[in-house]
């Protein structure tokens, strides 16, 4: 369970003695480690964890001159192909190879947990908590000019940070976005849209897609800005999904707006083949977002992660996130569900509950992670990737596919 806590006392300083570090944390954050089992002293670790970058497929052959720009070495990460690990304190932002699109910032273990979900050109794959987009544009790449890839958040602004990030890397083409609840959302991929009989109308029905402009007609304009005007989740969650974006190929240019929006109750011939559920959670095992709370002010960190109501329901949440994206696995599909928290809370008893309620889940060995400085979870074929042992942020990684009925 977690620790609820008053008001934040003191901060207290937690110690990493082996590099002979400290950071001053406050009582109410390290209760909470203490009542979930987690080792304060890895949020001291913070300087001497190396940043890492994803450079652009086909930009492989500019290491040389991105070195140079970002006045460091990139040293190659062995086991996840792409990455490259720089010092901590190289700030990536300002760089020409970022403002190119050449290079993305990104955890090794958030590539390894996209990287465990096996990627096959031609697949059709369902990123569930898309925003802020890491995962999701390296999903894209991974694709190349074939499938489709639909990412899902209910966070408007952070989705719309995924469509910046599309057409940044250019990477949009097979994508398409919706702003919903990844609870509820039923619509299936591309490819069973288009096995649907084709919209027999002309060019200009307003009933089909046309091809994709940032310039929405007035009536499309005002529908989104009354949906954004709503503040309460809660609302957002009974709305239907709202496509915020989509690519040339992607599959929806043509298509009929009511086939498009036309939910299914039995995805599991028809679903998606790759299903990544990197649901919201507490955030600890990422010590850049908890080093952030130093600027945000730990209230932030005690009303953000610590509130008793909130980490109640962000299990049932993780719980509820991942048996929907289940549901719209196809047979024989790969799902993985992933958060950047260490609490076992949040992780191995989400799994368990999983299965126990899910026969045709079954958990899978990820063959990758032979070569992943990761441990083993708590459960077998989960994986842990934390800072002392991976030298990367913290990451649970569940792997699981649908077995036929
Ligand atoms: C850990 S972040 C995802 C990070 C993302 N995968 C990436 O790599 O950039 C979790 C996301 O889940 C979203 N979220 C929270 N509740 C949700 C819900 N009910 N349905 C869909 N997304 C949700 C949050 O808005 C947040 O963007």
Same mark, same amino acid.
């Given at each position: 369970?977690?620790?609820?806590?008053?008001?934040?006392e003191?901060?207290?300083?937690v110690?990493?003695q082996?590099?002979?570090?400290?950071?001053?944390?406050?009582?109410?954050f390290?209760?909470?480690?203490?009542?979930?089992?987690l080792?304060?002293?890895?949020?001291?670790?913070?300087?001497?964890?190396?940043?890492?970058?994803?450079?652009?497929?086909?930009c492989?052959?500019?290491?040389?001159?991105?070195?140079?720009?970002?006045?460091?070495?990139? *040293?190659?990460?062995?086991?996840?192909?792409? +990455?490259?690990?720089i010092?901590?304190?190289?700030?990536?932002? &300002?760089?020409k190879?970022?403002?190119?699109?050449?290079?993305?910032?990104?955890?090794?273990?958030?590539?390894? %947990?996209?990287?465990?979900l096996?990627?096959?050109?031609?697949?059709?794959?369902?990123?569930?908590?898309?925003?802020?987009?890491?995962?999701?544009?390296?999903?894209?790449?991974l694709?190349?000019?074939? &499938?489709?890839?639909?990412?899902?958040?209910?966070?408007?602004?952070?989705?719309?940070?995924?469509? =910046?990030?599309?057409?940044?890397y250019?990477?949009?083409?097979?994508?398409?976005?919706?702003?919903?609840? &990844?609870?509820?959302?039923?619509?299936?991929? !591309?490819?069973?849209?288009?096995?649907?009989?084709?919209?027999?109308?002309?060019?200009?029905?307003?009933?089909?897609? %046309?091809?994709?402009t940032?310039?929405?007609?007035?009536?499309? /304009?005002k529908?989104?800005?009354?949906?954004?005007?709503?503040?309460?989740?809660?609302?957002? $969650?009974?709305?239907?999904? *709202?496509?915020?974006f989509?690519?040339?190929?992607?599959?929806?240019?043509?298509?009929?707006?009511?086939?498009?929006?036309?939910?299914? @109750?039995?995805?599991?011939?028809?679903?998606y @083949?790759?299903?990544?559920?990197?649901?919201?959670?507490?955030?600890?095992g990422?010590?850049?977002?908890?080093?952030k +709370?130093?600027?945000?002010?730990?209230?932030?960190?005690?009303?953000?992660?610590?509130?008793?109501?909130r980490?109640?329901?962000?299990?049932?949440?993780?719980?509820?996130?991942?048996?929907?994206?289940?549901?719209?696995?196809?047979?024989?599909?790969?799902?993985?569900?992933?958060?950047?928290s260490?609490? !076992?809370?949040?992780? *191995?008893?989400?799994?368990?509950?999983?299965?126990?309620?899910?026969?045709?889940?079954?958990?899978?060995?990820?063959?990758?992670?032979?070569?992943?400085?990761?441990?083993?979870?708590?459960?077998?074929?989960?994986?842990?990737f934390?800072? $002392?042992?991976?030298? =990367?942020?913290?990451?649970?990684? %569940?792997?699981? =596919? /649908?077995?036929?009925?």
């Open positions: 369970m977690y620790c609820r806590m008053g008001s934040i003191a901060t207290s300083s110690h990493n082996e590099k002979g570090l400290s950071l001053s944390l406050p009582r109410s390290l209760h909470f480690l203490e009542e979930n089992g080792d304060p002293s890895i949020y001291a670790m913070i300087e001497t964890i190396p940043r890492y970058i994803r450079v652009k497929p086909g492989e052959s500019q290491l040389v001159e991105i070195e140079n720009e970002l006045k460091c070495r990139l *040293e190659k990460v062995s086991w996840l192909s792409g +990455f490259f690990a010092p901590s304190q190289i700030q990536i932002a &300002g760089s190879a970022y403002q190119q699109g050449k290079i993305y910032g990104m955890d090794a273990a958030s590539g390894a %947990a996209v990287s465990a096996n990627v096959s050109p031609a697949d059709h794959v369902l990123d569930l908590c898309c925003a802020p987009g890491a995962k999701l544009c390296m999903l894209a790449d694709l190349g000019n074939s &499938g489709s890839l639909t990412g899902v958040d209910i966070a408007r602004a952070r989705l719309a940070a995924c469509r =910046t990030m599309l057409q940044k250019s990477l949009g083409d097979h994508c398409r976005l919706f702003v919903a609840d &990844g609870t509820s959302f039923s619509l299936l991929p !591309v490819r069973s849209c288009m096995e649907t009989k084709p919209c027999l109308s002309g060019k200009n029905d307003p009933d089909i897609f %046309a091809e994709w940032a310039k929405r007609s007035w009536r499309e /304009r529908k989104a800005a009354k949906a954004g005007n709503i503040a309460d989740l809660d609302q957002i $969650k009974s709305t239907s999904p *709202e496509l915020i989509y690519g040339r190929y992607s599959g929806v240019v043509g298509l009929c707006k009511n086939e498009l929006f036309r939910a299914v @109750d039995e995805p599991s011939f028809s679903g @083949d790759r299903v990544l559920v990197d649901a919201e959670c507490t955030h600890d990422s010590l850049k977002h908890i080093q +709370f130093e600027d945000w002010g730990w209230e932030t960190l005690e009303r953000r992660v610590l509130d008793a109501k980490t109640d329901s962000l299990l049932h949440l993780q719980l509820q996130l991942l048996t929907n994206g289940f549901r719209l696995l196809r047979v024989g599909g790969t799902l993985v569900y992933s958060t950047c260490l609490t !076992v809370a949040q992780n *191995e008893d989400v799994v368990k509950q999983f299965l126990s309620r899910n026969s045709l889940a079954e958990l899978r060995h990820v063959e990758a992670s032979a070569i992943w400085p990761c441990r083993s979870g708590g459960i077998p074929n989960t994986l842990r934390d800072p $002392k042992t991976s030298q =990367t942020s913290g990451l649970f990684i %569940a792997k699981f =596919t /649908r077995l036929a009925s």
